[in-house]
């Protein structure tokens, strides 16, 4: 696997903690563990390296994200608001996960999943790591999958 477990760990405290200002944990946690209502973003990642980032939460942990992203502070945000910052999230970590690897990739648009009853499989997967977190008690996960190489 290319990135590593502290990589990915170091990628998201820093947004968490620096840009959005939650307390944040480590967690030994897995996406399978997740329970209730979620919302999940995949980013995909194209180039010299392949792969995906999933970022998995209780819709908690993204209504607090989307909070403060939109200032609102306990204030209403709307399911629009909390796809759109659980994209925006998972874009970021994406981005910074990329300029880790080498050659040139680009990532894509992000795609937004809700619910509880859900599984996501890749069936191209080389390599996958899932790094658990709380945010403010609340779960998270964030999955990076190595995709096998096209050549």
Known sequence: MTISERQVREAVRAIWTVQLGLEIADAVLTADELQGDTVTAAVHIHGDFTGSVLLRGSRAVVRRAAEVMFATRG????????????????????????????????ISLPTIIEG??????????????????????????VTVVEHKSNS
Not at 78 to 84: H, N, V
Not at 116 to 141: C, I, K, N, Q, W
């Open 75 to 106: 204030g209403p945000v709307t399911d629009d608001d909390q796809r759109d910052v659980a994209g925006e999230l998972a874009n970021v970590i994406a981005g910074n996960l990329k300029a880790l690897v080498p050659g040139h990739s680009s």
């Open 116 to 141: 509880s009853a859900y599984s996501v499989h890749s069936l191209d997967a080389s390599a996958s790591r899932e790094v658990g977190f709380t945010v403010d008690g609340e779960p998270m996960v």
